[in-house]
């Protein structure tokens, strides 16, 4: 049976260390096959933002500012898990926890404000089928959206199972996999901003 | 919209097949089904495949289950290929042959996806379940649960591709779905959906696996393997899987932007709109090239685990095999255009990328020279896999230098759309990753099941293959250059065209009486198991797989192999030095039904999104999300091995090889 309450890592035989290298390494792997998603969608996007068919360009569509409180919204809940994950090492339950709720609030703000932009632009009449252009931006900015969406899921449940189990190898292993997943959406996002509103801004 | 279409989408009676030839494949197919349904019920089989199968981690059960797959599809793409070719030999002139135009197009582009998807893929994957982790030294691959969730996937593609045999229709859109074709406008029914939905589904899983065996060869080699003592069909793998992780993704996506130009009127690849049909082609090919790659680098391994085992000599040029191995895996992202050399690139950009495919030629000649010098003055036994390989060899060099010459742009334009390009990727993928396929199968069978693969019916079935393949694409090479194009369900008498596409019908039927040869043989072989029982070295063997017991325990090696050598278990056969290891407690995984339930909603999920089932799509990936989380946070999934039981298993299993040897 595997214990779960051996939390530090100087007690883990080799065995479980080789294990937990081996699912961080694989992870890692997994990343590359979403980062390859992600390319090919800015390729996509690449090809289809000239000027947007029959409407009007990317820059007076946008609402820079609005978009400026999202990314610091993400960034910050990026710093938050990381400091969870130093609070987790250091098993400290209550501040990895409150951590752990901060990261979940500002992702849900994150996702909130993007739904909330999503249906204002559709609303003015420029929806997905509006345009190529329209279609590779829905469907960029949507799928980091969709990716970051599934993570608070995964955020949730594994709040839950700490406070259950708390420190647990497993909850560890997980709380390290899924502290990559955020920073890398995080990074993706930056590329996001960067390329899709403050180039499509000039 | 009303009550119906909410919870039926466009499912109605009228999507029912609609002639006798559609009629006949869904009646045979529910009928195939029942009669399996039947048996298992009346053998009392169920709970012995539950447990034993369905949720099994284990990587050897669960690669004999890819290639019992796989084998049920090369029936339905054989299938497809004998109406294809039996259409052409007949639709001339006055008649019009035995379907319709509709009807034929379904055909060919239903052969093409079932047989690179589901047949050449699952041949693979099974292949590299079985072998990858014996091969490295491992009791199991880095991510046991995701390797049964990526089968049934799998499985679930397969599935749902097929349901178009009896509700709706397939696509006519070809293997690729080239739009505008492809879009809503011009292709209006559920087959270009299930062509999307299948192969995403089917590529979710081969994409899992992509980071699975990267991984597992990565981190789970055992002590002593260094990377250049790694045998050659985990690195052909290796190359390949890393092929998987870059290109699979690609896939994904422009299947997904498809489906939402179809389904929610964006317009990526739309005529208007502001959409781009050229980038589709360009972002198909991105993934369809390396796809190439991906299913023959294995086929190449296999080769060079074959001919210096039955060379009796060790492998030519190792690390030239390496370094040409990841030559091939970089080239292959470049040479992608040449699929559409005509589509109006400058000559600039068309230069590079024919100077590129000519350029990957190098490296695959390398491996066949170092094939042949293995060979030269090596003492060869010629049994089946050794007859596939030379079978292979000539074959697949003609192949080859048949696509150089298509590399060429300007004689691009002249063969391009025609049946000599239909030939020759023929040539490449059946001599080449079929026959390699054939031949691993062969040589590894008798350590999975314990006896030998039949020899008689293996030689009847290699001589039909060979035969019936040469004369079935022989007269396409003669077609395409006489301007024959492709996908073609109707040609003038004038041409005398029938007498070629008649000798080309005759070759398919001779391969099907080979993959005939083939179910007897795995027949004959099941019956004479005892006459035919063999030790754990049955062909003089190099590489670790053989140096366990066949069919091998389920945790592979009693106590994990200490590598010292290339050819380790060579090695191990040839010096005297012996260390006795240490028997260890182990975990081991424990079965999990977890993957064959997420891939259930899948398959629901992609059925909903075929017939536009909304209830159905939420419910699908509602159930996959949870099912994954609470396997996730399953913390009891492993089982301890002791040492006692071990070493008891153990001296049960060298009592039944002293029998047998």
Known sequence: ?202 | MNWQELIFGKLSWSVLPQNPIAWGGAIYMVACILAVLAFVTFSGSWRWLWKEWFTSLDPKKIGIMYITVAGIMLVRGGVDALLLRAQQATSVGDSFGIVSANHFQQIFSAHGSIMIFFVAMGLMFGLINLVVPLQIGTRDVAFPFLNSLSFWLFFAGAALINCSLLLGDFSTAGWLAYPPLSELQYSPTVGVDYWIWGLQIGGLGSLLSGVNFIATIVKKRAKGMTWMRLPMFTWTTLGSMSLVVFAFPILTVTLALLWLDRTAGMHFFTAGGGGNMMMYVNLIWAWGHPEVYILILPAFGVFSEIVPVFSSKKLAGYTSMVLSIWAIVVLSFIVWLHHFFTMGAEADVNAFFGIMTAVIAVPTGVKIFNWLFTMYRGRIRFTTPMLWFIGFVVLFTLGGVAGVVMAEPPADYELHNSLFLVAHFHTMIVSGVLFGYFAGLTYWFPKFFGFTFDEKWGRRAFWLWLTGFILAFGPLYLLGLEGATRRLDHYSAALGWQPLFAVAGVGAVLIALGFCCQVAQLIASIRKRHANKVGSDPWRGRTLEWSVASPPPAYNFAALPLVHARDQFWAYKHTKIHHDMQAEDFHMPKESAAGLIIATFVFAFGFGAVWHIWWLVIFGALGAIVTALARTFDEDAEYVVTASEIVHREAGLRRDEAITV
């Not at chain 1, 035989?13 to 390859?36: C, H, I, K």
């Not at chain 1, 926890?97 to 249906?119: D, N, Q, R, W």
């Not at chain 1, 955020?182 to 996002?189: S, T």
Request: aromatic share 14%.
């Open chain 1, 1 to 202: 049976m595997m214990e779960t309450q051996a939390h530090a890592s100087d007690t883990l035989s080799p065995e479980e260390r080789a294990a937990d290298s081996t699912a961080v390494f694989g992870f890692w792997a997994y990343l590359m096959t979403d980062l390859v998603l992600f390319a090919s969608l800015f390729a996509v996007f690449a090809v289809l933002r000239g000027p947007a068919f029959g409407g009007s360009s990317m820059g007076n569509i946008f609402n820079l500012p609005y978009v400026l409180i999202e990314t610091i919204a993400l960034l910050t809940s990026s710093f938050t898990c990381g400091l969870a994950l130093l609070a987790a090492r250091a098993d400290k339950v209550q501040a990895a926890i409150l951590l752990l709720s901060t990261t979940f609030v500002l992702g849900a703000a994150f996702v909130g404000m993007e739904v909330s932009e999503f249906t204002r632009l559709v609303a003015q009449g420029y929806g997905p089928s509006h345009s190529g252009f329209l279609s590779a931006y829905f469907t960029l900015v949507g799928t980091h959206g969709l990716h970051v969406a599934v993570g608070l899921l995964w955020l949730l449940s594994l709040t839950i199972a700490i406070l259950k189990r708390g420190f647990s190898r497993g909850n560890m292993r997980k709380l390290a996999l899924f502290s990559l997943f955020w920073h890398f959406l995080d990074i993706v996002w930056i590329f996001i901003f960067t390329i899709v509103y403050l180039m499509g801004a000039l």
